[in-house]
């Protein structure tokens, strides 16, 4: 149990272009989605912070409107990548938790390389 | 200064050996601290969670908090050539549901 999906696991894409990463849970309801990006070598650093229904919390340093965000339901986040440019490639994976219910842990998606030539 | 440290590696060991990894962290109102394993390419696995200071065991691995001393382990015993990956340290001021902050990560190599 406690699987989370990512999709598409790859992708590339010209610059200038948008692109959009689905997160899924795919047997529990998420209360809480978390977005991350990590670069080669490097740990995950937060991106973001999504409650279903409502609008993401994004952390400092990380532009709102470029990175958008929508968490419509409890088992679907997206993370749309507006105008990527080729510093934007990068590994970006997502995070569900189910609160108490699930023993208030994160699950982990399989994660989504992105690369923007 | 970051709020988690933990050093890259890579760490080799041979197989059989107990693997020993460590994470310091600044901030004390990290109660929550978590061991991930991530194999390249991959999500991050949740390997040991606990709350507070004290030691916990699971099968092979044991994770220790010290949080007199801001200081967190976890340790590898018997080590294969399949737990060769990525160990990342998170920690969080609650539970792990929540915000997480993450060590860099140390490359654990185990040769057979």
Not at chain 1, 6 to 18: D, R, Y
Not at chain 1, 46 to 66: F, I, W
Not at chain 1, 70 to 95: G, K, M, Q, R, W
Not at chain 2, 70 to 93: E, V
Request: contains cysteine; hydrophobic residues 30%; neutral net charge.
């Amino acid at each position: 149990g406690a699987v989370v999906s990512q999709h598409p696991s790859w992708v590339i894409c010209k610059s200038g272009t948008s692109v959009k990463i689905e997160c899924r849970s795919l047997d529990f309801q998420a209360t809480t989605m978390f977005w991350y990006r990590q670069f080669p070598k490097q740990s995950l650093m937060l991106m973001a912070t999504s409650n279903e229904g409502s609008k993401a919390t994004y952390e400092q340093g990380v532009e709102k409107d470029k990175f958008l965000i929508n968490h419509a339901s409890l088992t679907l986040s997206t993370l749309t990548v507006t105008s990527a440019h080729p510093e934007d490639s990068s590994f970006y994976i997502c995070s569900a938790s189910a609160g108490t219910s699930l023993g208030n842990e994160q699950f982990f998606g399989p994660g989504t390389r992105l690369t923007v030539l | 200064q970051k709020e988690v440290e933990q050093d890259p590696g890579p760490l080799s060991v041979p197989e059989g050996a107990i693997v020993s990894l460590n994470c310091t962290y600044s901030n004390s109102a990290f109660q929550y601290f978590m061991w991930y394993r991530q194999y390249s390419r991959k999500g991050p696995e949740l390997l040991m969670y606990t709350y507070s200071s004290g030691n916990k065991e699971d099968g092979r691995f044991t994770a220790q908090v010290d949080k007199s001393s801001k200081y967190i382990s976890l340790f590898i015993r018997d080590s294969q050539p399949s737990d060769s990956a990525t160990y990342l340290c998170a920690m969080s001021a609650q539970t792990a549901g929540n915000k997480l902050t993450f060590g860099g990560g140390t490359r654990v190599l185990v040769k057979p």
